[in-house]
């Protein structure tokens, strides 16, 4: 089976740009989750949707994110426009229900803002 | 609310020695323990998780973890690491009921020698 599938890989933008990420979970997971990699903050959850609805986004830095599920097998994490903070590791990750059921994790989206 | 710390940030250790990695966890309701292994580059892999029963749980790759509930900790050990462990190790917890997403400690970076 394939696992959680993202695109791009890799992303040098300018800033000021939008930036979109996509993410497809694993076939007939109903949880999708966003996570953030820093050196300085280490992994943080952006958000987190379950049956394509978000549930919890505390974690979206500011009005410049966006993140959207319009079916069980897409996402977007949206930045707009994009800054050079914004720079990072952006991770989805897709599990089945229940608290105790693996997490899977995609291999990244490296963004660069310059 | 939950935490995870890792108590080190690196830990260098030469081939065939035994090597643990700390955990220390806090939260106000129960929780399940994961271990999870990035390697360069790369996405995150579990390594292994409890979720309930024996406080010995084995993983993948040679390594367990102990948990201990009176000091909220979750060691991971392996006693004879390979070049190939060479690698950044996250603890993470996720709530047992209520909120699903997992919170990750800071991570800690195993360095095996030759």
């Known amino acids: 089976d394939a696992g959680v599938i993202q695109s791009p890989r890799h992303e040098v933008t300018e800033m000021g740009q939008e930036v979109t990420l996509r993410c497809k979970p694993i076939s007939g997971h109903d949880y999708l989750f966003w996570y953030r990699q820093t050196m300085m903050r280490g992994l943080e959850l952006l958000i987190y949707f379950n049956n394509n609805v978000p549930i919890d986004d505390s974690g979206m830095p500011e009005d410049r994110f966006s993140a959207k599920m319009p079916n069980a097998s897409f996402s977007t994490l949206k930045i707009q426009p994009s800054e050079p903070r914004d720079s990072a590791v952006y991770f989805c990750?897709?599990?089945?229900?229940?608290?105790?059921?693996?997490?899977?994790f995609g291999e990244g989206s490296w963004l660069t803002v310059v | 609310a939950q935490s995870v710390t890792q108590l080190d940030s690196q830990v260098p250790v030469f081939e065939e020695a035994p090597v643990e990695l700390r955990c220390n966890y806090s939260s106000s309701v129960s929780v399940y323990l994961f271990w999870y292994v990035q390697y360069p580059n790369q996405g995150l892999q579990l390594l292994l998780k409890?979720?309930?029963?024996?406080?010995l749980v084995k993983g993948i790759n040679g390594f367990e973890a102990e948990f201990n509930k009176s000091q909220t900790s979750f060691h991971l050990r392996k006693p004879s690491v390979h070049i190939s462990d060479t690698a950044e190790y996250f603890c993470?917890?996720?709530?047992?009921?209520?909120?699903?997403?997992?919170?990750f400690g800071s991570g800690t970076r195993l360095q095996v020698q030759p």
């Open positions: 990750a897709s599990s089945l229900q229940g608290g105790g059921n693996t997490i899977y």
């Open positions: 409890y979720l309930s029963g024996s406080t």
């Open positions: 993470a917890v996720t709530q047992r009921a209520g909120r699903r997403a997992l919170t």
